[in-house]
């Protein structure tokens, strides 16, 4: 009876012991799973973004307003976000393929810099409710020697690059082809428009400049543009008008007020479809700033207008239009 017993007892371990093993094996198998993407969102039903650099300790807010516009907000500062840019990265996340589970051991997350304390956190939101979080760290290149020796090829085609992630609700980090740190450093630069002007230049008919003693106006006739009447040189007025949409500056100076300050220099653009855009430029006693520039179109924004001349691709003579060389 004593050995029925036994046995019975040794029958019922067994099954006990059995049952944890699966459970264990399932549960560590939920992260052993290979993703082939590290996410998978619609990256149009993205509704804000939040990024959180440890290094800087800057984290940044990106607000999705209506169909096609977005807000950053850093502290209690508000600035015009850069759609082009935040559509790229949700498009770039939607598109990270996995080319394998680098490690699962928690004590190699500094290495790779995927902890809590090293990463960059992405939160992903839609419709109020975070959908993702991932830690993005290092990235590593490795040049491909085989290849390096065809002249032909260039030192960004046999140069492979390797980022790490890993989503927070995971234990595995993630390897994944290209420099994704990149997009996500300095996020308040990356994420903030940097138009000055409009940006369509076939729609612009109308430019009106005030200086200091000195008012034009270069408008469009036809297909002619002239300045207060007379005909300029086309090609430098076409050049001009292209580089001016074209215009973009990130010399964003965020700790001056200009309240106290006139402008002396102040450029005006009306055209066909488009609100019209005024373009200022205020004195400034630190000769390496010589003015603040501001635009209507990017409320909020002072740059600095010695950065790349600025000042000078702007505010043109009037010589300009008639002397170009």
Not at 41 to 59: G, N
Not at 68 to 77: E, H, I, Q, R, Y
């Amino acid at each position: 009876m004593f050995k029925k017993l036994n046995y019975k007892i040794l029958l019922i371990a067994v099954v006990i012991l059995a049952t944890i093993i699966v459970i264990i094996n399932l549960k560590e198998g939920e992260d052993r799973t290979f993703r082939s993407k590290v996410l998978n969102i619609e990256p149009d039903a993205i509704t804000e973004l939040r990024i959180y650099d440890p290094q800087s300790q800057e984290e940044i807010t990106l607000i999705k307003n209506g169909e096609d516009a977005w807000t950053l907000m850093v502290g209690d500062n508000e600035y015009i976000g850069d759609k082009g840019a935040i559509k790229n990265v949700l498009n770039m996340m939607n598109n990270m393929q996995t080319e394998s589970i680098i490690t699962r051991n928690e004590n190699k997350y500094e290495e790779f810099e995927v902890s809590e304390e090293t990463g960059i956190k992405v939160k992903i939101f839609q419709d109020g409710d975070m959908t993702d979080e991932l830690i993005i760290g290092k990235f590593t290149y490795q040049i491909d020697e085989q290849i390096k020796s065809n002249s032909r090829v260039s030192n960004q085609q046999n140069t492979k690059l390797t980022s790490y992630v890993r989503p927070v609700e995971e234990k595995n980090v993630y390897a994944i082809n290209g420099f994704l740190k990149m997009n996500f450093t300095n996020a308040k630069a990356i994420f903030r428009m940097k138009n000055i002007m409009e940006q369509n230049h076939e729609s612009y008919r109308k430019l009106a400049y005030n200086y200091p003693g000195k008012e034009y106006i270069l408008e469009k006739h036809d297909i002619k543009w002239m300045l207060n009447n007379q005909p300029v040189d086309s090609a430098a007025t076409e050049k001009y008008i292209r580089s001016l949409a074209m215009l973009r500056n990130s010399s964003f100076i965020d700790t001056v007020d200009i309240s106290g300050i006139k402008p002396t220099h102040k450029l005006k653009v009306e055209g066909t479809g488009f609100t019209p855009v005024i373009v200022e430029a205020y004195p400034s006693q630190d000769t390496t700033i010589g003015y603040y520039i501001t635009s209507t179109i990017n409320p909020g924004s002072i740059w600095n207008g010695s950065t790349g001349k600025l000042f000078e691709k702007i505010f043109k003579s009037e010589e300009y239009f008639f002397d170009y060389q």
